[in-house]
């Protein structure tokens, strides 16, 4: 079922229906976000969006690097590297719209977020305490 919206065809799951194919070819991920594709360049199809991971990847890498030069455990640079990830992955899901580059873009989040919550709960926990608390 299709929706009309801003001169805009889009289907119930939130896709939108394009005439423009860009050099990726036809969109094949289950979303397409707000911007409208292949506008800036054929060779990618929401160009912003791609652009401003960037800002997930450049500073994450630094990151990463000054933790492991610094000497701190190694989870805390596999943490930014983790964050990088979610910026690649989201950089190629953004310039494809390919169902397979989606998946990179949502699976690092569940990645990223894992090995961020497992850091929070080893500083947290005392010494004498499990990383994961445990019920009993």
Known sequence: MALSFRNRQVDT???T???VTGYWGK????LDWCEDNYVISSYIA???NTLSNAGFIIPSLLAAYY??????ARRFSLAHVSVAAIGIGSALFH???KYTTQLCDELPML???SILLYCVLVLKRQPSQAAVPVSS
Not at 67 to 72: H, I, L, M, N, P
């Open 46 to 48: 929401e160009f912003w």
């Open 111 to 113: 990645f990223g977020t």
């Open 95 to 97: 310039m494809t719209l």
């Open 13 to 15: 799951l939130g896709a």
């Open 67 to 72: 933790a492991w030069r610094a000497g701190y």
């Open 27 to 30: 969109v094949t991920a289950s």
């Open 17 to 19: 229906a394009s005439d």
